[in-house]
T-cell receptor
Framework: DAKTTQPPSMDCAEGRAANLPCNHS???????VYWYRQIHSQGPQYIIH???NNETNEMASLIITEDRKSSTLILPHATLRDTAVYYCIVSPGDDMRFGAGTRLTVKP | GAVVSQHPSWVICKSGTSVKIECRSL??????MFWYRQFPKQSLMLMAT?????????EQGVEKDKFLINHASLTLSTLTVTSAHPEDSSFYIC??????????????FGPGTRLLVL
């Protein structure tokens, strides 16, 4: 079974921040949290990853709680093109197996 | 990041024929590649882990004699669906693994190959 749990779906208004949560309460000390997304009919796309510090890149920010049992992916200004399924996985613990992810729908 | 290509992007074949799908890592050498299958409205299902120069490791329930994987070079892995049947129709996706440090293993995915078996 996957080491992560995510809500099945979320909506977000265009231009607003999208905050996608992920629980990984059994994460081990050397395991990274990875986020990927899959836009309809395309291969998944790497977004960001982190170990314990918060991370930011041109696509998103990743906030990891101090106990590392959960994290939040933040898309600061969601656009319609951010509508996708977002996957949170723990590596190498999840061993490259994906859960169901969160289907984010950005609405105008 | 990394650039990964797959060929073909889509293929239609008759039942009983074999189909080969190529996955190429275009900008770095990948010791490990992965093959996934995705059915409509479902998540990615890991089929096998492909290691350069050695036999692939298949997930439980995936027939290794039906889904032949060859990883002969650090930039190319191939998946051959042998004697394809309509139930093999799916979206096949490969990924390459880039290792930056201990346990820091990022995957970069190809665009996928859509297979339709008639």
């Amino acid at each position: 079974d996957a080491k992560t749990t995510q809500p099945p779906s979320m909506d977000c208004a265009e231009g607003r921040a999208a905050n996608l949560p992920c629980n990984h309460s059994t994460i081990s000390g050397n395991e990274y949290v990875y986020w990927y997304r899959q836009i309809h009919s395309q291969g998944p796309q790497y977004i960001i990853h982190g170990l314990k510090n918060n991370e930011t890149n041109e696509m998103a920010s990743l906030i990891i709680t101090e106990d590392r049992k959960s994290s939040t992916l933040i898309l600061p200004h969601a656009t319609l093109r951010d509508t996708a399924v977002y996957y949170c996985i723990v590596s190498p613990g999840d061993d490259m197996r994906f859960g169901a992810g969160t289907r984010l729908t950005v609405k105008p | 990041g990394a650039v990964v290509s797959q060929h073909p992007s889509w293929v239609i074949c008759k039942s009983g024929t074999s189909v080969k799908i190529e996955c190429r890592s275009l900008d770095f050498q990948a010791t490990t590649m992965f093959w996934y299958r995705q059915f409509p409205k479902q998540s990615l299902m890991l089929m096998a882990t492909s290691n350069e120069g050695s036999k692939a490791t298949y997930e439980q329930g995936v027939e290794k004699d039906k889904f032949l994987i060859n990883h002969a070079s650090l930039t190319l892995s191939t998946l051959t669906v042998t004697s394809a049947h309509p139930e093999d129709s799916s979206f096949y996706i490969c990924s390459v693994q880039r290792v930056a440090g201990v346990a820091e293993e990022t995957q970069y995915f190809g665009p996928g190959t859509r297979l339709l078996v008639l």
